[in-house]
């Protein structure tokens, strides 16, 4: 990553996993293992019924809570959403937005993703937008058209002092959870592609203060590699954040890299 005008964001994506009990023995286990951490910016993103519990145990440390997805309405008949407010008002930092497994199992749609950055923003969020090909689109040598697609649609109408306060996660849909991981390489071109269509759309320097996180089977193994690339600033990271070792292993690959 350009540490000159870039912090690299670890964000751990925890999915449907943990019992509030659970989460807090994770946290704790946590806590002192990042303690020292002075580069990396910490996420824990937790279910919605974990919250509370996380923003307690993380008080005063430099592990950050966020949550897995928000809905673009401020209130109203919307049985089982969360609104952004809702989120905002008990101290959540950051939010996911628009991950693979929303826009594959929850008919998430670009529209739902722009609508609820916009929400996640206005509510003093800070939005993680995952975008990312299906392998068909990829081996069909559509990823650039693919993307470039999602981050228009996605960021439509989204000015550029608020752009700057969101992450943007590259995660490949044939990489997560599967544990085939893009090589760096792989990860580096797409994520210098999202930067070169921001400064299309933004300006250079917008582009450049933009977080873009690589995401989609990084492990303790094939971190340090990934965050070595300039334009990876990090990563979303699913099923090694659920371990407190192998997260914190990706971490001090970033602190140190
Ligand atoms: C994710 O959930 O965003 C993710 C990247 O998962 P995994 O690391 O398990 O591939």
Redesign the pocket.
Same mark, same amino acid.
């Given at each position: 990553m350009n540490k000159n005008v870039r912090k690299a964001v670890i964000a751990g994506?925890w999915?449907m996993n943990k019992t509030r009990p659970e989460a807090k023995a994770l946290l704790e286990e946590l806590k002192p293992m990042v303690a020292d951490i002075k580069n990396v910016e910490v996420v824990a993103c937790v279910p919605f019924t974990n919250l509370e519990t996380a923003l307690a145990v993380t008080e005063g440390t430099n592990i950050k809570i966020g949550a897995e997805n928000c809905h673009f309405e401020k209130s109203g008949a919307f049985t089982g959403e969360i609104s952004a407010d809702m989120l905002a008002e008990m101290g959540v930092e950051y939010v996911v937005l628009g991950?693979s $497994?929303r826009r594959q199992y929850f008919a998430e749609t670009d529209e739902t993703v722009n609508k609820r950055t916009v929400a996640a923003l206005a509510a003093g969020l800070k939005p993680i937008v995952?975008v990312g090909e299906l392998l068909w689109e990829r081996e069909c040598n559509i990823t650039e058209e693919v993307i470039a697609r999602q981050i228009k649609l996605d960021f439509f109408g989204i000015n550029a002092d608020d752009l700057k306060k969101c992450i943007i =996660?590259y $995660?490949p849909v044939w =990489?997560? !959870?599967?544990g085939k991981t893009a090589t760096a390489d792989q990860a580096e071109e797409v994520c210098a592609f999202i930067r070169a269509t921001l400064a299309k759309l933004y300006s250079a320097e917008v582009a450049e203060a933009v977080t873009i996180q690589y !995401? *989609?089977?990084?492990n303790a193994a094939n971190a340090a590699e990934l965050v070595s690339k300039t334009n990876v600033d990090g990563g979303?990271? *699913? *099923? =090694?954040s659920l371990k407190a070792a192998d997260f914190t292993t990706i971490i001090n690959a970033a602190e140190n890299g």
């Amino acid at each position: 990553m350009n540490k000159n005008v870039r912090k690299a964001v670890i964000a751990g994506n925890w999915k449907m996993n943990k019992t509030r009990p659970e989460a807090k023995a994770l946290l704790e286990e946590l806590k002192p293992m990042v303690a020292d951490i002075k580069n990396v910016e910490v996420v824990a993103c937790v279910p919605f019924t974990n919250l509370e519990t996380a923003l307690a145990v993380t008080e005063g440390t430099n592990i950050k809570i966020g949550a897995e997805n928000c809905h673009f309405e401020k209130s109203g008949a919307f049985t089982g959403e969360i609104s952004a407010d809702m989120l905002a008002e008990m101290g959540v930092e950051y939010v996911v937005l628009g991950h693979s $497994e929303r826009r594959q199992y929850f008919a998430e749609t670009d529209e739902t993703v722009n609508k609820r950055t916009v929400a996640a923003l206005a509510a003093g969020l800070k939005p993680i937008v995952c975008v990312g090909e299906l392998l068909w689109e990829r081996e069909c040598n559509i990823t650039e058209e693919v993307i470039a697609r999602q981050i228009k649609l996605d960021f439509f109408g989204i000015n550029a002092d608020d752009l700057k306060k969101c992450i943007i =996660a590259y $995660e490949p849909v044939w =990489a997560i !959870g599967t544990g085939k991981t893009a090589t760096a390489d792989q990860a580096e071109e797409v994520c210098a592609f999202i930067r070169a269509t921001l400064a299309k759309l933004y300006s250079a320097e917008v582009a450049e203060a933009v977080t873009i996180q690589y !995401g *989609g089977s990084m492990n303790a193994a094939n971190a340090a590699e990934l965050v070595s690339k300039t334009n990876v600033d990090g990563g979303l990271i *699913g *099923g =090694a954040s659920l371990k407190a070792a192998d997260f914190t292993t990706i971490i001090n690959a970033a602190e140190n890299g």
